[in-house]
T-cell receptor
């Protein structure tokens, strides 16, 4: 059974810091891995999708890497801003559905 | 519509009552998913539709839960004889099938069972 773990569970940093969020999964037979952002009281917004054959994806200040063999992914956020405060969820696509981790709650203070 | 729409946004009900939650996916998306998010927990998969059929119902927690999709579009999730442990945010997502496409989520229905 696929299990997805994210560390840290929560993170509070001053504005401007570069951040690394970690995601690990137990079954490397995945089709893709996705990172989402969730704001309080709202649904999820897709940030990055990495295919199983890819090593990384970049969008603006965000960079996600994937090491399928070791079952790990990292989300790198450069020059963090208060607007980045949210919960970040990683999810792996297994067979026919996304399996989510429990998320990292990020707070960036001015 | 422009995005995935869910209704109601909030639902308060008494224990033992039945509730229906609605999801309007993005037009043209054939895949539709229901997830549940309990307080402080991750997203729990409930059911997946491809068109009108549900090839994967493995996440439905009990026979009190059922879902249907009609016309390859709107889906309803029904919870019968609600219990307090059913209280959660119910999220719907749609996308094109296959592992190459992103999923788009609605804002969810916050269900509170008193």
């Amino acid at each position: 059974k696929q299990e997805v773990t994210q560390i840290p569970a929560a993170l509070s940093v001053p504005e401007g810091e570069n951040l690394v969020l970690n995601c690990s999964f137990t079954d490397s037979a995945i089709y893709n891995l996705q990172w989402f952002r969730q704001d309080p009281g709202k649904g999820l917004t897709s940030l990055l999708l990495i295919q199983s054959s890819q090593r990384e994806q970049t969008s603006g200040r965000l960079n996600a890497s994937l090491d399928k063999s070791s079952g790990r992914s990292t989300l790198y956020i450069a020059a963090s801003q208060p607007g980045d405060s949210a919960t970040y969820l990683c999810a792996v696509y297994n067979t026919d559905k996304l399996i989510f981790g429990t998320g990292t709650r990020l707070q960036v203070f001015p | 519509g422009a995005g995935v729409s869910q209704s109601p946004s909030n639902k308060v009900t008494e224990k033992g009552k039945d509730v229906e939650l609605r999801c309007d996916p993005i037009s043209g998306h054939t895949a539709l998913y229901w997830y549940r998010q309990s307080l402080g927990q991750g997203l729990e998969f409930l059911i997946y539709f491809q068109g009108n059929s549900a090839p994967d119902k493995s996440g439905l927690p009990s026979d009190r839960f059922s879902a249907e999709r009609t016309g390859g579009s709107v889906s309803t999730l029904t919870i019968q004889r609600t219990q307090q442990e059913d209280s959660a945010v119910y999220l719907c997502a749609s996308g094109d099938p296959g592992p190459t496409e992103k999923l788009f989520f609605g804002s969810g229905t916050q269900l509170s069972v008193l």
